[in-house]
Protein backbone atom coordinates (compact mmCIF):
# COMPACT_ATOMS: atom_id res chain seq x y z
CA UNK A 1 0.00 0.00 0.00
CA UNK A 2 1.25 3.39 -0.96
CA UNK A 3 1.44 6.03 1.25
CA UNK A 4 2.83 9.90 1.06
CA UNK A 5 2.96 12.12 3.93
CA UNK A 6 4.13 15.60 3.86
CA UNK A 7 5.28 18.01 6.96
CA UNK A 8 6.93 21.11 7.55
CA UNK A 9 3.65 23.32 6.46
CA UNK A 10 3.08 26.16 9.01
CA UNK A 11 2.56 29.69 9.42
CA UNK A 12 5.13 32.34 7.71
CA UNK A 13 6.01 36.24 7.33
CA UNK A 14 5.53 37.09 4.00
CA UNK A 15 9.15 37.13 2.55
CA UNK A 16 9.55 33.62 4.54
CA UNK A 17 10.70 30.67 3.34
CA UNK A 18 9.74 26.67 4.36
CA UNK A 19 10.48 23.56 3.00
CA UNK A 20 8.08 21.06 2.56
CA UNK A 21 8.97 17.40 2.66
CA UNK A 22 7.42 14.34 1.02
CA UNK A 23 7.83 10.85 2.42
CA UNK A 24 6.46 7.96 0.63
CA UNK A 25 6.32 3.99 1.49
CA UNK A 26 5.73 1.22 -0.55
CA UNK A 27 6.88 2.67 -3.57
CA UNK A 28 10.32 4.31 -4.57
CA UNK A 29 9.73 7.40 -5.72
CA UNK A 30 12.70 8.15 -7.56
CA UNK A 31 11.29 5.06 -10.39
CA UNK A 32 8.25 8.19 -10.47
CA UNK A 33 7.69 11.94 -11.53
CA UNK A 34 6.54 14.09 -8.36
CA UNK A 35 4.36 17.01 -8.35
CA UNK A 36 2.78 19.89 -5.91
CA UNK A 37 -0.37 20.99 -6.57
CA UNK A 38 -2.00 23.55 -4.31
CA UNK A 39 -5.45 24.42 -3.60
CA UNK A 40 -6.65 28.01 -1.79
CA UNK A 41 -9.87 28.00 -0.04
CA UNK A 42 -12.61 28.78 -2.86
CA UNK A 43 -9.90 28.34 -5.87
CA UNK A 44 -9.78 24.97 -7.88
CA UNK A 45 -6.37 22.37 -7.25
CA UNK A 46 -3.35 24.03 -9.42
CA UNK A 47 -0.25 22.42 -10.81
CA UNK A 48 2.99 24.36 -9.42
CA UNK A 49 6.10 21.96 -10.63
CA UNK A 50 7.06 18.91 -10.82
CA UNK A 51 10.17 16.98 -10.66
CA UNK A 52 11.16 14.15 -13.41
CA UNK A 53 12.88 11.39 -12.59
CA UNK A 54 16.22 12.65 -13.95
CA UNK A 55 15.55 15.68 -11.39
CA UNK A 56 15.04 18.58 -13.93
CA UNK A 57 12.38 20.88 -12.18
CA UNK A 58 9.23 21.64 -14.67
CA UNK A 59 6.99 24.71 -13.60
CA UNK A 60 3.39 24.94 -14.20
CA UNK A 61 2.81 28.19 -12.35
CA UNK A 62 4.62 31.00 -13.72
CA UNK A 63 4.40 32.83 -10.67
CA UNK A 64 6.46 30.44 -7.94
CA UNK A 65 9.08 30.05 -10.81
CA UNK A 66 12.28 31.16 -9.10
CA UNK A 67 10.83 30.73 -5.47
CA UNK A 68 9.92 26.85 -5.42
CA UNK A 69 12.25 24.33 -6.28
CA UNK A 70 12.05 20.65 -5.76
CA UNK A 71 14.57 17.78 -4.54
CA UNK A 72 15.31 14.26 -3.99
CA UNK A 73 16.73 12.81 -1.27
CA UNK A 74 16.30 8.88 -2.72
CA UNK A 75 18.15 7.59 -0.23
CA UNK A 76 14.95 8.51 2.27
CA UNK A 77 12.46 8.24 -0.12
CA UNK A 78 11.59 11.81 0.10
CA UNK A 79 11.40 14.82 -1.47
CA UNK A 80 11.49 18.36 -1.01
CA UNK A 81 9.66 21.89 -2.17
CA UNK A 82 11.85 24.67 -0.99
CA UNK A 83 9.82 27.89 -0.99
CA UNK A 84 11.23 30.97 -1.43
CA UNK A 85 10.36 34.89 -0.33
CA UNK A 86 6.98 33.72 0.13
CA UNK A 87 3.59 35.85 -0.53
CA UNK A 88 0.36 36.00 1.20
CA UNK A 89 -1.32 34.56 -2.12
CA UNK A 90 0.77 31.22 -1.62
CA UNK A 91 -1.41 30.68 1.27
CA UNK A 92 -2.83 27.42 0.33
CA UNK A 93 -3.00 23.87 1.15
CA UNK A 94 0.37 22.10 -0.18
CA UNK A 95 -0.20 18.20 -1.99
CA UNK A 96 2.40 16.26 -3.12
CA UNK A 97 1.73 13.73 -5.49
CA UNK A 98 3.12 10.79 -7.75
CA UNK A 99 2.52 7.53 -9.75
CA UNK A 100 3.44 8.47 -13.58
CA UNK A 101 6.86 8.27 -15.02
CA UNK A 102 6.70 11.49 -16.56
CA UNK A 103 5.54 14.77 -15.39
CA UNK A 104 2.03 16.37 -15.91
CA UNK A 105 0.06 19.51 -14.95
CA UNK A 106 -3.42 18.08 -14.97
CA UNK A 107 -3.97 16.30 -11.17
CA UNK A 108 -6.73 13.78 -12.88
CA UNK A 109 -3.55 11.91 -13.74
CA UNK A 110 -1.71 11.46 -11.01
CA UNK A 111 -2.48 8.37 -8.52
CA UNK A 112 -0.99 8.60 -5.61
CA UNK A 113 -1.60 11.53 -3.24
CA UNK A 114 -0.37 13.13 0.22
CA UNK A 115 -2.89 13.87 2.83
CA UNK A 116 -1.86 18.16 2.49
CA UNK A 117 0.28 20.67 4.34
CA UNK A 118 -1.13 24.30 4.96
CA UNK A 119 0.91 26.64 4.03
CA UNK A 120 0.03 30.20 5.78
CA UNK A 121 2.06 33.06 4.81
CA UNK A 122 0.99 35.99 6.92
CA UNK A 123 2.06 39.13 8.74
Known amino acids: QVHLVESGGGLVQPGGSLRLSCAAS????????VAWFRQAPGKEREGLLC????????YYEGSVKGRFTISRDNAKNTVHLQMNSLKPEDTAVYYC????????????????WGQGAQVTVSS
Open 51 to 58: ITRSGTNL
Open 26 to 33: GLSLDDYA
Open 97 to 112: TTGRETCANNWKFYTY
